[in-house]
């Protein structure tokens, strides 16, 4: 009998994280197919106006929640309208553009998702405060993003039957979220920070969701102090975290996880593209805090490129469309080189 796959990826797969700085889903699909051929993913092209930002592309997915654009954001409305309606476009166009380029793609295939956190920080309720200040609004959000997630996901697998999905649920805000950092609507204050069996809760909900519709749950936060002992309880089976914000503290719980069979998405290269002297010139200082971290924790060197895909640390929307395409071919060059060269 074959032994049963521990990761969904091949070894040294590298992937994005989800934007990129092109208005064109046909030139960001094919790009993706073809820089990222291991681990591609569903394109994000915020550059495209409201709607096609992280919150809108959450929006598109929500059921029975409609959001529209207000000068301060995205605010939930009393009914669907345009903005409900351009956001969902574009998701339609995306999904289109990745269904021409992958229709015969076979392997895992990626897509984001705002999680239920970020976009409670992010959402206004219809009377401006952040949705964040109502733990029944938060509630509501986090049905509704379940509920629609699961549709997309069936729908992405309608689209691409050869692909086993991998959803990667974003929340850069839930450190933040966590420390009651975030302001009020007046910026005066701050909004409490919710109860920790409530944070873990709707993330876990959130998680088994994704898994039972049949995908592999991941989580991506790329501020400082991301909880990953929080993550792995809450059953993600891969976590997308900046490897140059990791450090000595993050040991013992990612430890844990890789223990666990838990896969690792490392951002290696700034959202903004390569710095100078540290593109494919120079790929050791790419992967060394990689390295360094895999020798700290003391895990065998022959696991690392099965264990850890390499990405940028974040969104490439920041990126010229030069650099977007440079950050890609580094991560590809520098999954290879911790395949080849585990240790320095």
């Given at each position: 009998?074959t032994?049963?796959?521990?990761y ?12 990129y ?5 046909d ?6 197919f ?9 394109p ?6 409201a709607?096609?930002d ?8 929500l059921v ?6 207000q ?22 166009w995306?999904l ?5 380029h992958g229709?015969a793609?076979?392997g895992?295939f ?6 239920p956190?970020?976009?409670a920080?992010s959402?206004e309720?219809?009377g401006?405060?952040r949705m964040?200040?109502d733990?029944?609004?938060v509630a509501?959000?986090?049905?509704s993003l ?15 039957p ?5 959803v990667q649920?974003?929340e850069?805000?839930l450190?933040?979220?966590?420390a009651?950092?975030?302001?009020t609507a ?13 944070v ?7 998680s088994?969701?994704v ?6 749950p991941a989580?991506?936060?790329c501020a ?10 809450c059953?993600f ?26 896969g ?10 390569p710095?100078?002297g540290?593109g ?9 805090p ?5 020798n700290?924790?003391?895990?065998g060197?022959?696991a ?6 390499c ?17 890609l ?16």
């Amino acid at each position: 009998m074959t032994e049963p796959r521990r990761y969904p990826w091949p070894a040294a797969s590298a992937t994005g994280m989800g934007s990129y700085p092109w208005t064109d889903p046909d030139e960001a699909a094919r790009t993706v197919f073809g820089e990222l051929p291991d681990l591609p993913h569903l394109p994000e092209l915020p550059a495209r106006g409201a709607g096609a930002d992280t919150v809108g592309r959450a929006a598109a997915l929500l059921v029975d929640l409609p959001l529209e654009v207000q000068p301060t954001g995205w605010r939930v409305a009393r009914a669907p309208g345009r903005d409900l309606a351009r956001a969902r476009s574009f998701l339609s166009w995306d999904l289109d553009a990745v269904q021409r380029h992958g229709a015969a793609f076979q392997g895992a295939f990626k897509l984001q998702v705002a999680g239920p956190w970020t976009l409670a920080a992010s959402v206004e309720l219809r009377g401006g405060e952040r949705m964040l200040s109502d733990p029944g609004a938060v509630a509501d959000l986090a049905a509704s993003l379940e509920e629609g997630l699961r549709a997309h996901i069936a729908e992405v697998a309608g689209r691409l039957p050869g692909a086993h999905l991998v959803v990667q649920v974003d929340e850069p805000g839930l450190p933040a979220v966590a420390a009651g950092q975030v302001p009020t609507a007046s910026g005066l204050r701050r909004i409490p920070a919710p109860d920790r069996v409530r944070v873990e809760e709707r993330l876990r909900a959130l998680s088994a969701a994704v898994a039972g519709a049949g995908a592999v749950p991941a989580v991506h936060c790329c501020a400082p102090g991301a909880p990953v002992s929080l993550f792995h309880r809450c059953g993600f089976r891969a976590l997308a975290l900046d490897a140059a914000l990791l450090g000595r503290e993050d040991d013992e719980a990612l430890g844990t996880a890789l223990e666990d069979g838990v896969g690792l998405i490392m951002g290696v290269v700034p959202g903004t593209g390569p710095r100078r002297g540290e593109g494919l010139s120079d790929l050791g200082s790419t992967v060394d805090p990689v390295r360094e971290l895999w020798n700290r924790i003391g895990l065998g060197p022959e696991a690392l490129a099965d264990a850890v895909v390499c990405a940028p640390a974040c969104g490439l929307a920041g990126a010229s469309p030069d650099g977007a395409r440079e950050a890609l071919a580094v991560c590809r060059a520098a999954a290879r080189v911790l395949r080849d060269e585990p240790r320095r």
